[in-house]
């Protein structure tokens, strides 16, 4: 099993940037892949960026692409997301998810809020 804390979330106007960084509580190099979603008041939950266990592979929804960076070290067992020119629209809580390459078992954060002001 593993643990996620998400942090970094915080209020920011249209324009600025912020960066989310998700921790786990044990070794996530090799065996899951990461996500970043966020879920809207009233929407359903939608997938932001993906990277594979590796790395070498991402992935990113059409709304956030050229804006938003994932990345992440496997060394010190964090995933982040870099998010630019951030727009009231990207308003949402977001959250992080581990899911294993084999068993598909899947792991959330808590979630942490970003309030983009116009």
């Known amino acids: 099993q593993v643990q996620?804390?998400?942090?970094?979330g915080g209020l920011v106007q249209a324009g600025g940037s912020l960066r989310l960084s998700c921790a786990a509580s044990r070794s996530?190099?090799?065996?899951y892949a990461m996500g970043w979603y966020r879920q809207a008041r009233g929407n359903q939950r939608e997938l932001v960026a993906g990277i594979s266990r590796f790395g070498s592979r991402t992935n990113y929804a059409d709304?956030?692409?050229?804006?938003?960076t994932i990345s992440r070290d496997n060394a010190k067992n964090t995933v982040s997301?870099?998010?630019?020119?951030?727009?009231?629209e990207d308003t949402s809580v977001y959250y992080c998810q581990a899911r294993h390459f084999s068993t598909n078992?899947?792991?959330w954060g808590q979630g942490t809020q970003v309030t983009v002001s116009s």
């Open 4 to 8: 996620l804390v998400e942090s970094g």
């Open 28 to 31: 996530i190099f090799s065996t």
């Open 63 to 68: 709304s956030v692409k050229g804006r938003f």
């Open 81 to 88: 997301l870099q998010m630019n020119s951030l727009e009231p």
């Open 105 to 107: 078992a899947e792991y």
